[in-house]
């Protein structure tokens, strides 16, 4: 590992950030940048803020985006917020607003 970067406390529900994350896994950064550039996915901005920092935290470190490539992106589940909605019968259902842990390795590309 080279660079990494997270995002903690995203709300964004982590079943919904793995389908765009196993788009990018084992791609160069290049590659990567591109898939998320054209992608139609509306939580793949929160992914493309931490993708971006993890390639500058490498960028930092004297390397080039040609020489890297994504040896792990992680989306593991956060603390869940608990709010309650009305329902009918004078009840009360829960709602769980989701948030997710993103995180993005790069590493130096093997030749």
Do not use: C
């Amino acid at each position: 590992m080279i660079a990494k970067a997270k995002g903690n406390f995203l709300r964004v529900s982590p079943s919904k950030v793995r389908m765009i994350l196993d788009l990018i896994r084992g791609k160069s950064v290049p590659a990567a940048k591109t898939i998320l550039t054209y992608l139609n996915k509306p939580t793949k901005e929160k992914v493309v803020k931490v993708f971006d920092s993890a390639v500058a935290n490498a960028k930092q470190k004297g390397l080039t985006e040609d020489q890297l490539v994504v040896s792990k992106v992680v989306a593991d589940q956060g603390s869940v917020w608990k709010r309650f909605r009305a329902a009918s019968f004078g009840r009360a259902s829960e709602v769980l607003k989701k948030t997710t842990h993103i995180t993005v390795e790069l590493d130096v590309k093997v030749k």
